[in-house]
């Protein structure tokens, strides 16, 4: 449980800071930046690999570059979803947006050690960095 608010709070300030940075990318309330970032969460555990194994061929050949798109295109439909409380105007604030979500995540998920856990047993952050088992980049 403590994992799982962690990496939420991470999500969340993650979405965040696109708000602040990617123009196209809005929020009304605290509330709504919380709820979007939940639903953000569960659409790349539940939706996230079932698009990537569809699109397989296209990940393989982009080298791994098409994961933005998809990345891109979830959080365009959490905004679509959530309209008119969080705003995703278009493809192109979406893709930048899930950049930059992507990016500090995985900050984020660095600075805290709170991806490490699960790869050493000991909750630190020193044996991920050797064993290259580090965290993935993610929305």
Do not use: C
Not at 56 to 68: C, I, M, N, R, W
């Amino acid at each position: 449980m403590k994992r799982f608010l962690q990496q939420w709070l991470i999500g969340t300030l993650a979405v965040l800071v696109a708000v602040y940075v990617v123009p196209g990318v809005q929020y009304q309330k605290p509330l709504d930046l919380v709820v979007a970032s939940l639903l953000l969460g569960v659409l790349n555990a539940v939706l996230r690999p079932l698009l990537v194994v569809l699109s397989l061929p296209l990940v393989v050949v982009t080298l791994g570059l098409f994961v933005l798109v998809i990345n891109g295109l979830l959080l365009w439909l959490v905004g679509w979803l959530m309209a008119p409380h969080f705003v995703v105007e278009d493809f192109w604030a979406a893709f930048w947006g899930a950049l930059v979500i992507s990016v500090m995540n995985g900050l984020l998920t660095r600075l805290t050690g709170s991806g490490s856990e699960g790869s050493s047993g000991s909750g630190g952050s020193r044996g991920s960095r050797r064993g290259g088992s580090g965290s993935v980049i993610d929305i």
